[in-house]
């Protein structure tokens, strides 16, 4: 299966790496669309067996309710949110009306962790407190089980992994490049942003193996910054060569 990850969809030009245009992510969707492959979310990939490709969001941004969820019904395909509790309804996010919405119509909410730390560096504690409070939460807000996590800025280990599970999750994602299998619960992702064009749509669909082996290099160059400088101090560097 190949899971996609985005962000923020803008309209007009991206001023962030991870931002996507609305005209690409349209474009990319009727690309999906026109060679009849089923679009879904991680939750009912599971459930169903079925899908082609999975759709995931990541943090909650408010253009996931007014630019993406418009677009998903009208293409009958649904998508995985994964949205931080600590942003929800603050400026430039969904609130839990919105995600309440989403929820009713087929797409499923997953977690971000509670406040959206580097997962890697926290004690157990915290840790367990991201991973679990976050959950007990969402589930409280839009009246379903969550049953995805996905990691904010990538970080991840063993441990983290374990902590996941046993605070209830049933698919873990984190950001590294490839394509998953049914049967894993470790998935990874295929990462959309702003220095994509037109001409990068059937390598994103129909990644190669020697592709996806391009994708992890850079996976492992940006997971090393992040360990060296931080994230706060790579996610400065990253705007600044953007």
Avoid at 32 to 37: A, G, M, T
Avoid at 204 to 227: D, N, V
Wanted: proline share 2%; with cysteine.
């Amino acid at each position: 299966m190949n899971i996609l990850v985005l962000h923020k969809i803008v309209q007009g030009n991206p001023v962030d790496w991870a931002d996507v245009s609305l005209n690409f992510f349209t474009e990319m969707l009727h690309f999906i669309k026109q060679r009849n492959l089923e679009v879904t979310s991680i939750n009912n990939w599971k459930k169903n067996s079925t899908g082609d490709v999975v759709l995931t969001f990541d943090d909650g941004f408010v253009s996931d309710f007014e630019l993406v969820f418009p677009l998903l019904i009208d293409l009958n395909m649904t998508a995985t949110f994964f949205i931080v509790p600590d942003f929800v309804g603050t400026k430039g996010y969904m609130t839990w009306e919105n995600l309440k919405q989403l929820s009713d119509a087929g797409m499923e909410i997953g977690s971000h962790s509670l406040t959206h730390k580097y997962l890697n560096t926290l004690s157990e504690k915290d840790l367990f407190s991201e991973l679990r409070n976050s959950k007990i939460h969402i589930e409280k807000m839009i009246g379903k089980e969550v049953n995805s996590f996905a990691y904010p800025f990538g970080g991840c280990s063993q441990k983290t992994h374990k902590f996941g599970f046993e605070s209830g999750y049933k698919n873990i994602c984190n950001s590294s490049p490839g394509l998953s299998s049914f049967k894993k619960k470790i998935l990874s992702r295929n990462s959309i942003h702003s220095n994509l064009k037109s001409t990068d749509l059937e390598r994103l669909i129909f990644p190669t193996e020697f592709e996806l082996t391009f994708q992890k290099f850079g996976y492992m160059i940006r997971t090393g910054l992040k360990h060296v400088l931080g994230v706060k101090n790579y996610v400065k560097l990253r705007k600044f060569i953007y």
